[in-house]
Structure formats: structure tokens, C-alpha cells
């Protein structure tokens, strides 16, 4: 029996009646809404540096999604605190409904283990709107650093100090870092940056010995022979550098990290106007071009529904705090 003639059987006639007249206007407003949006120009927040995962994504997709809605899209930058100045003005931008975050969404798990304040509660203000692709760290050294594979460059680190870059601490290339450090005994100081584009410009220059970083971003500096890489945060290797190995292949059996980039939005946006960005969202990120330029990146494109995105936060958000309590990483801002 379905859920509404169980519904009109333990309800009157009257207020069965009442329920369903209500529920025959609501539903028409919502898609009126849906279809009247947007009416301005819409905002996506990426809370990190120009050049970095997300940055690249957001830049890619931006015109078709604009075409597609009838409005511009504005890319913001607003990077610092590892993405959570930016994405708390996503979070706290209201019920405008013309603010959407493009962010590392495993990243912002991260932040409610590491963070002992935020000004938001990211797992509460967000929502997720939808997944698009996922590309593993490169773990990658200056080409001035004599080493060619991980256990090599474990026992340098143990003779010589090593700076290791981190797009900021707390976020999920330094997590990485620590979690291989821990399983080989390898010993790096960590110098963080605000972002990705900044950890890899100190690693070209020099500055910094030893990265972890999204495939996107760091690949282009890996095939230009500005940085050596040593191994894939992969469980299997990836067709464009195949003859890479694995962290995994390297002695830390079923290691697997990096970067997810999806798209949240306020947590009041109503659902209507949140089924639709996925819609749109999906459509261009699977089109053959963006695929193609992001296979030749080494990123892959995993999409998801919004219900799913909110679950994979949850999931990441949870099995991160199990890395970030034995690591002991603690930031108040």
C-alpha cells in the first residue's frame, strides 16, 4: 500500500482534502521559483588561490554554466585558513540564492577536526549541490633532490632537513604528508602556504624540497620537468604516468588520498534551485571537451547527486577526524 493512501486512510476527509489542496499550490511555487531563478549574477566562491584544483575546475566550467542559466557566473577567489574564510562567507551568505562554493569538498571535512574555531558549521550551513572530479596528489621533489623513488627520499629525510610544502596545515595534501611520514618514518618540516599555486611556485623555486599536491594543478609543472615525481597517491597507477608507482606499490600498502572537487551551497537554498545547478552541473562537466581536458590533466570526472555529495562530506568528514586525532593537528583560526 503507498505511503499516501495510508496517509488518507488515517486522516479525515476534510483535512486529507486540505493537505493535498496545500500541497497541489506548494508544489507549482516551487518549480515557479526554480524556473524565475536566476535573476542576477551568480557568485562562486572558490576559497583558494587563483591557479590551484578548484580554481582551474571553476574556470573551466563557469561559461557553460552561465550560458546555461541565463546569468554570469562570477569566479571569487577568496582563499585563506585552508578555505574557510571562504567558504564561511558561502555558508553566511544568506537566502539570496545567488552564492554557490567550489571547493576540495574532502578538504572542508577536514576543517571541524582541525579547526577549534569557525565561524560556521560547515556539515550544517552547507549543502551539496554536486560532485565533479577527483584527481590523486603527486607527491613530487625539486629536480635538485637526488632521490627517484620513495624509499630514497624517506632516507634522505632522515640524513638532511627536507621542507616540505603544504597548501596550509590542517588540509588534506599536509594530512598526507603526516600519514606517510608515519607509516615509513620519513622526517620532513612542514611550511605552509595559503594555497596550492603558492606551495608549487616555492617547490619550483626551490624554497621548499618536497610536495604533495592535486594532479591537476602540479602534473603541468611535473611535464615540464620543473618537478620530479617520485609517486601517485593512487591505489592504481594513472594511464598518464603510468610508469609511475604508487605510494601504495612503495611500501604503504592501500595508501589512497586527494582532491575532490565538488560544488555546496547555503544550506536554505531550496532544493528546486539545488536540483538544477546538478542538472546543469553533470551535463557540462561529463561534455566530451571538459572531459578531455581534464583526462589530459589527470583528473577523472566523478559525478554525484546532491544527496550523495552530502554523504561523501559525512564520510570524509569521519574518516579524516580518525587521521587528524593521531596526527594531534590543532588550529584555532
Known amino acids: 500500500m503507498t505511503s499516501r493512501r495510508i496517509f488518507l486512510q488515517q ?21 515557479h521559483a526554480a524556473d524565475a531563478w536566476p535573476n542576477r549574477p551568480i557568485r562562486l566562491i572558490v576559497p583558494y588561490p587563483a591557479g590551484g584544483s578548484s580554481d582551474i575546475i571553476a574556470r573551466m566550467i563557469s561559461k557553460q554554466l552561465g550560458e546555461a542559466l ?14 574557510n574564510i571562504g567558504a564561511a562567507m558561502a555558508a553566511q551568505s544568506g537566502t539570496d540564492n545567488h552564492t554557490l562554493l567550489l571547493c576540495d569538498v574532502g578538504a572542508l571535512a577536514i576543517s571541524p577536526s582541525v579547526y577549534t574555531k569557525l565561524t560556521f558549521n560547515p556539515g550544517k550551513d552547507l549543502k551539496g549541490v554536486a560532485m565533479l ?83 591537476l594543478a602540479t602534473l603541468p609543472q611535473v611535464q615540464a620537468g620543473k618537478l620530479k615525481l617520485i609517486a601517485v597517491s593512487k591505489r592504481t597507477r594513472m594511464p598518464l604516468v603510468g610508469q609511475t608507482p604508487t605510494i601504495a606499490e612503495q611500501g604503504v600498502p592501500g595508501f ?62 569521519a574518516r579524516w577526524a580518525k587521521v587528524v586525532k593521531v596526527a594531534g593537528v590543532k588550529l584555532d583560526a
Do not use: C
Request: glycine share 12%.
Open 11 to 31: 486522516a479525515s476527509s476534510l483535512a486529507a482534502l486540505g493537505a493535498l489542496g496545500g500541497a497541489s499550490v506548494a508544489l507549482p511555487r516551487l518549480a
Open 256 to 317: 589512497e588520498s586527494g582532491t575532490w572537487q565538488g560544488v555546496m551551497a547555503p544550506a536554505g537554498m531550496p532544493d528546486a534551485i539545488v536540483n538544477r545547478v546538478n542538472a546543469e552541473l553533470v551535463r557540462i562537466i561529463r561534455s566530451p571537451e571538459i572531459r578531455a581536458q581534464l583526462a589530459g590533466q589527470g583528473a577523472e570526472v566523478v559525478t554525484m547527486t546532491p544527496a550523495e555529495t552530502g554523504r561523501f562530506y559525512q564520510t570524509e568528514e
Open 133 to 215: 572530479a577527483y584527481s590523486p596528489h603527486l607527491l613530487v621533489v625539486h629536480p635538485s633532490v637526488k632521490v627517484s623513488n620513495l624509499k630514497e627520499l624517506v632516507e634522505l629525510s632522515q640524513k638532511t632537513q627536507l621542507n616540505f610544502a603544504v597548501t596550509a596545515i590542517g588540509s588534506a595534501p599536509h594530512l598526507a604528508g603526516v600519514a606517510v611520514a608515519q607509516a615509513t618514518g620519513a622526517k620532513w618540516q612542514y611550511v605552509p602556504y595559503k594555497g596550492g599555486s603558492q606551495a608549487i611556485a616555492d617547490t619550483v623555486g626551490g624554497t621548499a624540497q618536497v610536495l604533495m599536491n592535486g594532479m
Open 70 to 83: 541565463g546569468q554570469p557566473i562570477v569566479v571569487d577567489n577568496r582563499p585563506g585558513a585552508n578555505g
